[in-house]
C-alpha cells in the first residue's frame, strides 16, 4: 500500500478489532494495543495523518476511566484496506446483476 508505513497499518488493525468487537478504541487504548511503543505526541502525529489519508476518523467522546477520551474508528480508505470493494456503488452485488440492473436504468 502506497504511503502508509507498517506502524500505520498496525494503527488500522488495532482500530479494526475494536470496531469488530462493537466498540471504538480511544488513544490510551491504542496505546496499550500496539507491539511497539511511540510515545503519545508520536501516536498521535500518525493519527492525524492517517485522518489527512482519509484512513481513520474520530467519532466522538465518551467518558471512560473517569475522563472524556476521544475516540476513532475507520474511515473509507482505512475500510478499503481490508475490503477493496468498500465504497462501490452496490457493496456485494455481483458484476453480472449489477450490470443487469444498471441497463434496466
Given at each position: ?5 507498517k506502524y ?12 469488530d468487537?462493537g466498540?471504538?478504541i480511544?488513544?490510551d487504548?491504542?496505546?496499550d ?11 498521535q502525529f ?6 489527512a489519508?482519509?484512513m ?8 471512560r ?9 475507520l474511515d473509507?480508505e482505512?475500510v478499503?484496506v481490508?475490503?477493496p470493494?468498500?465504497g462501490?456503488?452496490?457493496?456485494g452485488l ?5 450490470s ?6
Amino acid at each position: 500500500m502506497k504511503g502508509v508505513t507498517k506502524y500505520q497499518i498496525e494503527i488500522l488493525e488495532a482500530v479494526k478489532k475494536h470496531k469488530d468487537a462493537g466498540r471504538h478504541i480511544d488513544l490510551d487504548e491504542l496505546l496499550d494495543s500496539l507491539s511497539w511503543a511511540p510515545t503519545k505526541q508520536s501516536l498521535q502525529f500518525s493519527i492525524r495523518a492517517l485522518i489527512a489519508k482519509r484512513m481513520i476518523c474520530k467519532v466522538g467522546t465518551e467518558v471512560r476511566r473517569g475522563r472524556k477520551r476521544v475516540c476513532f474508528d475507520l474511515d473509507l480508505e482505512g475500510v478499503r484496506v481490508f475490503d477493496p470493494r468498500a465504497g462501490d456503488p452496490v457493496p456485494g452485488l455481483s458484476d453480472d446483476l449489477l450490470s443487469s440492473v444498471l441497463e434496466g436504468v
